[in-house]
């Protein structure tokens, strides 16, 4: 080990015969406690917050969808989208891990004898597009499959905004009007569940049935529907599938003979608002962490003149004994070091503590009307955590360089008669 290690571990960080710790330590470990806490918590929000915004939009949406080559037609309804395998093997080939789901979209009204209000209606079987929705019930259940039983598929479920401005409730039918073939046909469904995402952009556009319902509404087969959900697909390979895919889709309308080929679009596109809205967040972070850091080092760099001040008589007789500036200074970034490495332990137990209280509690609220959640979500994320406390180590290695070049003008003569 070396000398000045040795020494710098040996030393005690209460000078003199005292029991409480000096003015400096305190100061240091405080600074760096509070560092710590603030920037571990902020990159959780932040962390937390885009994690559920994506999960929402990307619920409502999918990460890619396929439609048919008219689906921008004039026509209320396509011709469809039907499965088949050379689709499906294409979609596997290039994007293995997507699950892909069959979805019916079509507009509606919702009308009661005082309201009514236009929405558009999803088909949809259980799934992984579902999952989010099932997550969101606030009343009843989402029954997206009838299992054998007919009765089942005229249910809907509507969105609490729905059901307040409607006046409905679990139980309730409603008379649900489409127009087909320019003419306007009504059906009664059965309110099977009111679910609630706060995401009020969807909320008060997006109503669910089962796909079974849509498609013998509209005389489709059960593998045939407007769109191709697929789902599962890390966020940052969309881009490069959603452009792969189109090609290949392409490719083979042209080795078929197709005049056009299926419409890609993802969520990075169709929603990128929500997605660059998200991307801000991280300037946000970036601020927030760089001023601690600033705040930290100005910190640590009062504090070790604190320290230095503390001992000055041990710095002169250490002098008088031939030690070189070179090796005290590296003595008292040693002890400093403790200080740092004792802030944030301090800082990290403190910060899990909070997040992982936030994460069972959901203590801190925030109104849903401004940010879509009804609290502050927070994601805790070990390797965040230590790249930040590997980042705080080098910074204040970095920053004690410059206070402790003072040891190098102190002279023995002076520091050992210093009171």
């Given at each position: 080990m070396l000398?000045?290690?040795?020494?710098?571990?040996?030393?005690?960080?209460?000078?003199?015969?005292?029991k409480r710790a000096s003015a400096g330590t305190f100061v240091a470990v405080t600074g760096i406690t509070l560092a710590i806490v603030i920037m571990a918590i902020a990159i959780a929000v932040v962390t937390g917050f885009k994690k559920e915004i994506q999960e929402k939009v990307i619920g409502f949406n999918s990460e890619i969808a396929i439609y048919p080559a008219d689906s921008y037609s004039d026509s209320l309804y396509t011709s469809g989208l039907t499965l088949n395998s050379d689709l499906l093997d294409i979609i596997a080939d290039i994007a293995p891990e997507a699950k892909t789901e069959l979805m019916v979209r079509q507009p509606a009204i919702l009308k009661t004898d005082s309201a009514f209000q236009g929405i558009v209606l999803k088909g949809m079987a259980p799934g992984v597009g579902t999952d989010f929705l099932s997550k969101s019930m606030v009343a009843g259940k989402a029954i997206l499959t009838s299992e054998g039983n007919d009765s089942l598929l005229n249910t809907i479920v509507i969105s609490q905004n729905m059901a307040d401005a409607l006046g409905l409730n679990i139980g309730d039918r409603v008379n649900t009007h489409f127009l087909l073939d320019n003419n306007v046909r009504t059906r009664k469904l059965t309110i099977s569940g009111i679910y609630n995402t706060y995401f009020s952009d969807y909320d008060k556009l997006y109503a669910f049935a089962p796909i079974e319902f849509l498609q013998r509404f509209n005389h489709i087969d059960s593998l045939t529907g407007n769109a191709l959900e697929l789902r599962g697909i890390d966020i940052d390979r969309i881009p490069d599938i959603s452009s792969h895919l189109e090609a290949e889709l392409i490719m083979d309308a042209a080795r078929q003979n197709r005049t056009s080929a299926y419409h890609i679009t993802d969520v990075l596109e169709t929603n990128a608002?929500?997605?660059?809205?998200?991307?801000?967040?991280?300037?946000?972070?970036?601020?927030?962490?760089?001023?601690?850091?600033?705040?930290?080092?100005?910190?640590?760099i009062s504090s070790l003149f604190i320290i230095i001040l503390e001992r000055v008589n041990m710095i002169g007789l250490m002098k008088a004994l031939g030690a070189t500036n070179s090796l005290i200074r590296k003595i008292f970034i040693y002890m400093s070091e403790r200080l740092v490495i004792r802030g944030i332990i301090i800082g990290d137990i403190l910060a899990i503590g909070i997040i992982l209280l936030q994460q069972h509690t959901h203590f801190l609220h925030l109104d849903p009307e401004a940010y879509y959640l009804s609290y502050v979500p927070v994601e805790f994320n070990w390797w965040y955590l230590a790249l930040l406390n590997i980042g705080v180590i080098i910074v204040s290695c970095a920053v004690l360089i410059v206070p402790s070049a003072a040891i190098s003008r102190m002279t023995p003569a002076k520091t050992l008669r210093y009171e």
């Open positions: 000398l000045s290690a040795y020494i710098g571990q040996r030393l005690s960080l209460r000078p003199g015969s005292g608002l929500y997605f660059n809205w998200l991307d801000l967040l991280d300037t946000n972070v970036a601020v927030i962490i760089i001023l601690m850091t600033i705040v930290s080092a100005f910190t640590l």
